[in-house]
């Protein structure tokens, strides 16, 4: 067996934004796991009160801290409070993220710019605050939280899907600015996971048996699915890896269509 001390994250710190539930969560788990203390965020610092005892019972450190990525100030106050705390952040998932659904149509001015100002200017702000500190040691992981609609593109998600693919891109461009100073930038782009931002469609059983035919492992994903990219991708295990874009869908976006019933002999 090889050696799995280059997925080791003891000694390292973490800040995983949006970490009041779903994915943020599983993510911040994983790293705690692998050995990560935690700086986790959120729009209310009180929502993550039993999130933080969770990973303190895991013997790992944990500090929540009040972050709005809609706002420059907040974005500027997390990243410094971050680095005063622990003297040093390694690592940032930035997985604040929030959608519209609407048909194309029925969109409206403010729609597109609650969803862009958060999945896409958001996580530029926030990648660039933490990353300046991040030069001064040269060393970083940052991970963009995308999805499978960084590729795919689906009717009533066209601000998501706008933001998720405009995710992809600044990924590439912020690994090339800031690979010189030792830190590297990839995407981690989710399949069709259950969550709370698509409960509702996974109410539509129809819809979910559809789904599951289209993914080539005929299932919908488990958070736990995402465990191992995310460690990958903080460690040093994927030291020579930037500016790409890891899809873990099931295989969806390998083209998979529902097969055509055998005609009888």
Not at 37 to 50: C, F, G, K, Q, Y
Not at 99 to 112: G, L, M, Q, S, Y
Not at 181 to 196: D, H, M, R, S
Request: charged content about 25%.
């Amino acid at each position: 067996m090889g050696d799995t001390s280059i997925f080791d994250l003891s000694g390292r710190v973490a800040i995983v934004t949006g970490a009041s539930r779903g994915l943020g969560q599983y993510f911040g788990r994983a790293l705690a796991r692998a050995g990560a203390d935690l700086v986790i965020t959120s729009r209310s610092i009180e929502a993550l009160e039993p999130f933080r005892r969770e990973i303190e019972e895991m013997g790992r450190r944990a500090l929540p801290l009040e972050l709005d990525v809609r706002d420059y100030d907040s974005i500027q106050r997390m990243a410094r409070d971050a680095w005063e705390h622990y003297g040093k952040v390694d690592i940032l998932v930035n997985n604040a993220g929030c959608n519209i659904r609407k048909p194309a149509f029925e969109v409206t001015w403010d729609d597109w710019n609650t969803v862009l100002d958060t999945n896409l200017r958001g996580t530029f702000f926030v990648a660039q605050a933490v990353a300046r500190r991040m030069a001064e040691r040269r060393y970083g992981r940052i991970i963009n939280i995308g999805s499978v609609t960084c590729v795919f593109g689906y009717a009533g998600l066209a601000p998501y899907g706008a933001s998720r693919g405009g995710v992809k891109q600044l990924t590439m461009s912020l690994a090339d600015d800031w690979g010189p100073y030792g830190i590297t930038v990839n995407c981690l782009a989710p399949g069709w996971f259950k969550t709370e931002q698509t409960r509702v469609m996974y109410e539509d059983q129809e819809w979910v048996e559809y789904l599951c035919d289209r993914i080539p492992l005929k299932r919908p994903g488990q958070p736990t699915d995402l465990d191992g990219a995310i460690v990958f991708l903080a460690s040093d295990a994927s030291a020579y890896i930037t500016a790409q874009t890891l899809l873990v869908d099931g295989g969806i976006t390998g083209g998979s269509t529902r097969a055509l019933p055998r005609k009888k002999d």
